[in-house]
């Protein structure tokens, strides 16, 4: 019973680790919106493909209001959310 407790645990820890990680993918295309101006660029296609499943979800119900996306503050608020929630489980 005890592994199994410690099993989940661990797991649960990892799904936070994961969590946390795409918290900083997001983060990283914030900035590097700001700051790469070729939207060819490797890094920048690489934290697009990895962001917009979720940043594109959040668009679609809450669109850009006068020009700024507020997506990424609600992706940062949903997976704090959701990170809370899982360490309450461990």
Known sequence: MIYT???????LLFVVRIIQI????????????WIIRNPYN????????ITEPLLGQIRRILPPMMGLDF???IAFFIL?????LISSLI
């Not at 704090?80 to 809370?84: E, G, R």
């Open 42 to 49: 490797r890094l920048y296609h690489f934290l697009l493909t």
């Open 5 to 11: 407790t410690s099993l989940t645990g661990s797991i």
């Open 71 to 73: 997506s990424p503050i």
């Open 22 to 33: 795409y918290n900083i993918l997001i983060l990283a295309r914030v900035f590097a919106s």
């Open 80 to 84: 704090n959310l959701l990170t809370k």
